[in-house]
């Protein structure tokens, strides 16, 4: 229970702040936006101001000049592209197509009001276009009304503004129209104005990010070796019980007083001991290794050896020890080869996968032994007809009190030290151990040491 809240826990405090970030983003984006929005507002005021002051115009003079024309002609029939019209309505459409064309042609407020935007530092990449909402030609009879519409406001895009509104009245016509920008650009705009804040919450969350991902891999990390520990603390345990109750048995099998009257049995009953305290001591040895390899840095003590005939007598003497307990092919192709190493722990390196060759086979063990060297290193490889290691657990053998769990832990005697011995022994070295296998099929261990 405890253990979930701890993962929980900084899961959730994750997840809010994550939420903070982006709310914090939304708000600056938003405030950004508004701010630009305005910014750009009262620049084009002020620019619209500025041209009435100075010029005393409003910059559509000549367009209304020229409308009022265009104005004059229609009423008189005068257009013949105008009076080829179907019906009132698309006559009306194309007085105000063409209206709006004129407008935008010879409008300066455009123009002067991109000036001094520009000359105030900012961008121009905006639209500037003119909206008519009424228009209507002055005609004998009256008014013909050609527009008349007020502005959906949800219709108009978040983007425009608004610059001035403006009501004329000329010869032939009444016109109402708005001067607008469309900030199109707007996204860029503020994005480049807020770059260093969004840069900074980015980096924050990665930063937060990182760190919570490495106190994740440590606890799941630490997790694992836990269970390693308690793996290994049950294996060692079930080790050092067999041999010390055989003792016991063997022990008290000798207090017996029948037992004297049979050498034979008293014989065969010390020998049990004495091979079953040698299995102890063997143990406590590994054991006490392990934890001075743990506590100190290795110190080799290196000696030219010829490597090849050192491997066979390591080969010869496991088989004598074992009473034959494999066929093991040697196939030495380091021949001359003198190498510089350790002998005790490089016959321990060796030892170690030999006896798991042996060890995990559920047929008879044939190992085949080869050594080859190339410009650089000496190969030494062990390749055995055993049950192999399945392929997600090739990556954790080497680790410390690793063994690849089959159900049945004490299947096979073991305290997962082995090829960890051999993984800091071959880098001791200056070498490594690498491992295929085929589950069912076999597996070879590879060491490479450096000439
Ligand atoms: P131990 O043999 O004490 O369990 P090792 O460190 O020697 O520890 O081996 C770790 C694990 O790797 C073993 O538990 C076993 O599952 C697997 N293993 C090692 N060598 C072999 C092999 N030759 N064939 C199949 N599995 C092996």
Same mark, same amino acid.
């Given at each position: 229970m405890k253990r979930r809240l701890i993962i929980i826990l900084p899961l959730i405090a994750l997840l809010v702040f994550l939420s903070v970030q982006v709310?914090?983003?939304? &708000?600056?984006?938003?405030?950004? #936006?508004e701010n630009m929005l305005m910014r750009y507002q009262s620049l084009t005021r002020e620019a619209a101001a500025r041209l009435m002051a100075g010029k005393k115009v409003n910059g559509f003079e000549k367009a209304m000049d020229v409308t009022d024309k265009f104005?004059?002609? *229609?009423?008189?029939? #005068?257009? %013949?592209?105008? &009076?080829?019209?179907a019906d009132t309505a698309e006559l009306r459409k194309k007085v105000l197509t063409q209206t709006y064309s004129i407008l935008q042609k010879n409008e300066v407020l455009s123009s002067s009001t991109k000036e001094y935007i520009k #000359?105030?530092?900012?961008?121009?990449?905006?639209?500037? =276009?003119?909206w008519i909402s009424y228009l209507s030609l002055l005609t004998d009879g009256g008014q013909f009304i050609i527009t008349?519409? *007020? %502005?959906?406001?949800?219709?108009?895009?978040k983007t425009v503004i608004v610059v001035e509104s403006y009501r004329e009245e000329h010869n032939n016509f009444v016109i109402e129209y708005v001067s607008l920008i469309d900030m199109t650009e707007l996204g860029s705009l503020?994005?480049?104005?807020?770059?260093?804040? =969004?840069?900074?919450?980015?980096?924050s969350v990665l930063i937060v990010f990182l760190v919570f991902w490495v106190t994740w891999r440590n606890l799941i990390e630490e997790r694992r070796l836990s269970g390693l520990k308690s793996d290994f603390i049950n294996n060692m345990t079930?080790? @050092? #019980?067999? %041999?010390?109750?055989?003792?016991?048995?063997?022990g008290r099998t000798l207090e017996k007083a029948q037992i004297n009257s049979d050498p034979e049995?008293? @014989?065969?009953?010390?020998?049990?001991? &004495?091979?079953?305290s040698v299995n102890l001591n063997q143990l406590i040895n590994t054991i006490l290794e392990?934890?001075?390899?743990?506590?100190?840095?290795?110190?080799?003590?290196?000696?030219?050896?010829?490597?090849?005939?050192?491997?066979?007598?390591?080969v010869a003497s496991f088989l004598t020890s074992c009473d034959g307990c494999a066929v093991v092919k040697e196939d030495y192709k380091a021949t001359g080869t003198s190498l510089s190493v350790d002998i005790v722990y490089f016959t321990t390196m060796v030892n170690n996968l030999l006896t798991n060759a042996v060890k995990y086979c559920d047929k008879d063990p044939v190992v085949l032994v080869s050594t080859a060297t190339d410009n650089n290193y000496f190969h030494l490889t062990i390749t055995d007809n055993g049950i192999g290691i399945p392929h997600e657990h090739t990556d954790h053998i080497f680790d410390k009190f690793y063994r690849v769990p089959y159900g049945n832990i004490h299947k096979t005697k073991g305290l997962g030290l082995g090829l960890y011995y051999v993984k800091r022994i071959a880098t001791a070295h200056g070498g490594d151990v690498s491992v295929s296998s085929r589950p069912g099929r076999g597996s070879t261990f590879k060491i490479r040491l450096p000439l």
């Open positions: 709310f914090m983003i939304v &708000s600056i984006w938003g405030q950004e #936006k104005a004059g002609l *229609v009423i008189k029939g #005068k257009l %013949p592209e105008l &009076s080829k019209a #000359k105030n530092g900012y961008s121009i990449n905006y639209k500037s =276009f003119i008349d519409t *007020v %502005p959906d406001k949800s219709e108009i895009a503020v994005f480049k104005k807020a770059f260093f804040s =969004f840069l900074l919450i980015t980096l079930h080790e @050092l #019980k067999t %041999p010390l109750s055989t003792i016991t048995v063997a049995k008293v @014989l065969e009953t010390a020998k049990m001991i &004495s091979k079953q392990v934890s001075l390899l743990e506590r100190t840095e290795f110190e080799l003590d290196r000696q030219k050896v010829s490597v090849d005939e050192l491997t066979h007598q390591i």
